[in-house]
């Protein structure tokens, strides 16, 4: 039961965390529609439970961004992986409750999400040139 109420808890964290945060990229004009490579956080009371969830992630297709758990100061494992998703699939609340629920599973806390690079997708990505039709005519 009280695992059950510790995981709705998360979910309910990061859910408004979530809320917050796509707020403040709409309001920088970041599309939420275009892929990017973000990096998802988890902890864990220990070293095995945090391995244990790492598998976990990775069988859901996740990439691990660091070869081992890292203990902090909080006493706490932390794993990053990435993924490459849009900025309004990793907020819907179905994919937050999964990964919720699987952290859940190995004892761990799912604890957000950041953008893996600084700029913006709309900057990096290159666009083909159009060229200039202004002035020709249009085939019926």
Known sequence: ??????EKENLDQQLANNSIRIKELIDQQYNVEVTR???LCFSAPDEEC????NKALFAKGTRSLTR????????RWAIQVGVKRSLRDV????????LVHTAAG?????????LLAD???????????VPDVQGRRVAA
């Open 1 to 6: 039961m009280a695992a059950d109420l510790r």
């Open 37 to 39: 490579s973000l990096v």
């Open 50 to 53: 945090a391995r244990a969830l």
């Open 68 to 75: 081992d758990p890292e203990q902090k100061s909080n006493g």
């Open 91 to 98: 907020v819907r609340e179905e994919f937050v409750a999964d």
């Open 106 to 114: 190995m004892k761990g806390t799912y604890d957000g999400w950041n």
């Open 119 to 129: 700029e913006p997708a709309e900057q990096t990505q290159k666009h083909p040139s």
